[in-house]
């Protein structure tokens, strides 16, 4: 006889926490009719059960012990939504016991994605995490259903909201880096310590998780080379305008015959490319398969109710999985070996700003620099600056990776060379 209802242990109500808890009320006969029982949450876990919240909690046994609710006997199904690593033993232990998963921590999946799937294969469980990447935008979903057979070659992906604020918002208003930051804040876009999302690193681990389901490859998210947008100054944007390019912070993923080229940095992208109008807060993910050609999913990367719809949906899917006895995800899912193409083989063209002594000959000297480790010049462009300074704009061929920082090491040593050059990759191809 199949449940006619499907018992929740929750383990976080806070921002998403609510937020899934009221689309849960709102959407109520919509949830019942698609998944064919009534999803009733039995337990709650917080740090503060007297803490006020928007939400109401009559009836559900509230407690402070994450691990208690995921080993309780009403618990069918476990939704973790506190985030970070101490989340690893909780989800373990129902992955353990056969109880389906739904989180919203990357860091988690990011992480220990391979061990989890492979724990919940063997338990005859799942673990469904699409608001771990892409926010509310439902990509994981589409991997796992429709286009679980695809191959694809290229997936590249602006998977940071704050990021992507801070740089629509320099290049639009023409504020500094500190001044969008700052707005970025105040809206609730940016963390108080935004240095996880500055620096590449949320986008690395959204990117790992990203990277599992479409090239079916488990990829260590610390192994993926991560540069942030740190530093980035407003003339480099002013400069990506003149030559008809934006700048976004982009995770990028291509596949050819010498392996994944797998990488994580600000990009100046052509302005024709579909990601360039994803600006603001929004993620964008831009991937080619070899039968369904380009895809575009474009969506909210963050934000109580985009991520607790992204929970909801994976909820559904594992509680019908419940309530029919079968599952969709796990042991048929045959991870490749992974094969990686070191960033110093990486072939790209590159944008360098460089404020130099203005005087003859510093041009030459930049250039023996440039054309001692095979590095050719496209577009250059000089501006005459004060107290004898000038400031020289280059956009470079297509060059190994290792050899442009090895020619601009070089010239960031030339005596006429006044400041570290500014170095952008240029993402056009
Ligand atoms: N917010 C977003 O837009 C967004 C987007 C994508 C993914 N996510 C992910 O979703 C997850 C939840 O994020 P959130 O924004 O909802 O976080 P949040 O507002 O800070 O809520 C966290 C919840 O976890 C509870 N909690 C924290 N530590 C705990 C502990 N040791 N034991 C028991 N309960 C604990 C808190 O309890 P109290 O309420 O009592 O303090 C709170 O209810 C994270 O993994 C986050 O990365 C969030």
């Given at each position: 006889?199949?449940?006619?209802?499907?018992?929740?242990?929750?383990?976080?109500?806070?921002?998403?926490?609510?937020?899934?808890?009221?689309?849960?009320?709102?959407?109520?006969?919509?949830?019942?009719?698609?998944?064919?029982?009534?999803?009733?949450?039995?337990?709650?876990?917080?740090?503060?059960?007297?803490?006020?919240?928007?939400?109401?909690?009559?009836?559900?046994?509230?407690?402070?012990?994450?691990?208690?609710?995921?080993?309780?006997?009403?618990?069918?199904?476990?939704?973790?939504?506190?985030?970070?690593?101490?989340?690893?033993?909780?989800?373990?232990?129902?992955?353990?016991?056969?109880?389906?998963?739904?989180?919203?921590?990357?860091?988690?999946?990011?992480?220990?994605?391979?061990?989890?799937?492979?724990?919940?294969?063997?338990?005859?469980?799942?673990?469904?995490?699409?608001?771990?990447?892409?926010?509310?935008?439902?990509v994981l979903?589409?991997l796992?259903?429709?286009l679980?057979?695809e191959h694809f070659?290229f997936l590249?992906?602006?998977?940071?909201?704050?990021?992507?604020?801070?740089?629509?918002?320099?290049?639009?208003?023409?504020?500094?880096?500190?001044?969008?930051?700052?707005?970025?804040?105040?809206?609730?876009?940016?963390?108080?310590?935004?240095?996880?999302?500055?620096?590449?690193?949320?986008?690395?681990?959204?990117?790992?998780i990203l990277v599992r389901r479409a090239f079916r490859m488990?990829?260590?998210?610390?192994?993926?080379?991560?540069?942030?947008?740190?530093?980035?100054?407003?003339?480099?944007?002013?400069?990506?305008?003149?030559?008809?390019?934006?700048?976004?912070?982009?995770?990028?993923a291509?596949l050819?015959?010498?392996?994944?080229?797998?990488?994580?940095?600000?990009?100046?992208?052509?302005?024709?490319?579909?990601?360039?109008?994803?600006?603001?807060?929004?993620?964008?993910i831009?991937l080619?398969g070899?039968?369904?050609?380009?895809?575009?999913?474009?969506?909210?990367?963050?934000?109580?109710?985009?991520?607790?719809?992204?929970?909801?949906?994976?909820?559904?899917?594992?509680?019908?999985?419940?309530?029919?006895?079968?599952?969709?995800?796990?042991?048929?899912?045959?991870?490749?070996?992974?094969?990686?193409?070191?960033?110093?083989?990486?072939?790209?063209?590159?944008?360098?700003?460089?404020?130099?002594?203005?005087?003859?000959?510093?041009?030459?000297?930049?250039?023996?620099?440039?054309?001692?480790?095979?590095?050719?010049?496209?577009?250059?462009?000089?501006?005459?600056?004060?107290?004898?300074?000038?400031?020289?704009?280059?956009?470079?061929?297509?060059?190994?990776?290792?050899?442009?920082?090895?020619?601009?090491?070089?010239?960031?040593?030339?005596?006429?060379?006044?400041?570290?050059?500014?170095?952008?990759?240029?993402?056009?191809?």
């Amino acid at each position: 006889m199949p449940s006619s209802v499907v018992r929740i242990g929750l383990l976080g109500c806070g921002v998403v926490g609510q937020g899934f808890l009221r689309l849960l009320r709102e959407r109520e006969r919509l949830i019942r009719d698609s998944v064919g029982a009534t999803l009733r949450v039995t337990r709650v876990a917080v740090r503060d059960p007297a803490k006020h919240r928007e939400c109401d909690l009559t009836g559900i046994r509230v407690a402070t012990d994450p691990l208690a609710v995921a080993n309780a006997e009403d618990v069918d199904l476990l939704i973790e939504l506190i985030g970070g690593e101490s989340m690893l033993e909780p989800v373990r232990a129902a992955l353990q016991r056969g109880i389906s998963v739904v989180t919203a921590n990357k860091h988690l999946l990011a992480v220990h994605g391979g061990e989890l799937e492979r724990l919940a294969a063997d338990s005859k469980s799942t673990i469904r995490s699409e608001a771990s990447a892409g926010g509310g935008i439902p990509v994981l979903q589409a991997l796992e259903h429709g286009l679980r057979t695809e191959h694809f070659q290229f997936l590249v992906a602006i998977l940071n909201g704050t990021t992507n604020y801070i740089l629509s918002t320099m290049e639009r208003d023409g504020r500094d880096f500190a001044e969008a930051l700052q707005a970025a804040q105040s809206l609730g876009f940016a963390e108080s310590d935004p240095t996880l999302d500055l620096s590449g690193a949320d986008t690395a681990q959204k990117l790992a998780i990203l990277v599992r389901r479409a090239f079916r490859m488990d990829v260590a998210y610390g192994s993926i080379p991560t540069e942030g947008i740190i530093g980035m100054e407003l003339e480099d944007l002013r400069q990506a305008d003149r030559f008809g390019y934006t700048v976004k912070l982009l995770g990028i993923a291509l596949l050819n015959s010498e392996g994944l080229d797998l990488r994580v940095h600000p990009a100046f992208i052509p302005k024709r490319y579909l990601l360039a109008a994803v600006r603001d807060e929004f993620n964008g993910i831009y991937l080619r398969g070899e039968a369904t050609g380009s895809m575009l999913f474009y969506g909210k990367g963050a934000g109580a109710l985009p991520t607790a719809q992204a929970v909801l949906g994976d909820v559904i899917v594992a509680a019908r999985e419940f309530v029919a006895g079968v599952r969709f995800l796990g042991a048929a899912e045959k991870h490749e070996p992974e094969r990686r193409l070191p960033l110093d083989a990486v072939r790209t063209k590159y944008y360098l700003r460089l404020i130099v002594e203005d005087r003859p000959g510093v041009l030459a000297q930049v250039a023996a620099c440039l054309g001692g480790t095979n590095v050719s010049v496209a577009q250059m462009f000089q501006a005459e600056g004060i107290r004898g300074e000038a400031s020289i704009t280059i956009l470079t061929h297509e060059a190994r990776d290792r050899d442009v920082r090895e020619a601009v090491k070089g010239i960031a040593k030339l005596p006429a060379v006044r400041k570290t050059p500014r170095t952008v990759r240029i993402f056009d191809i």
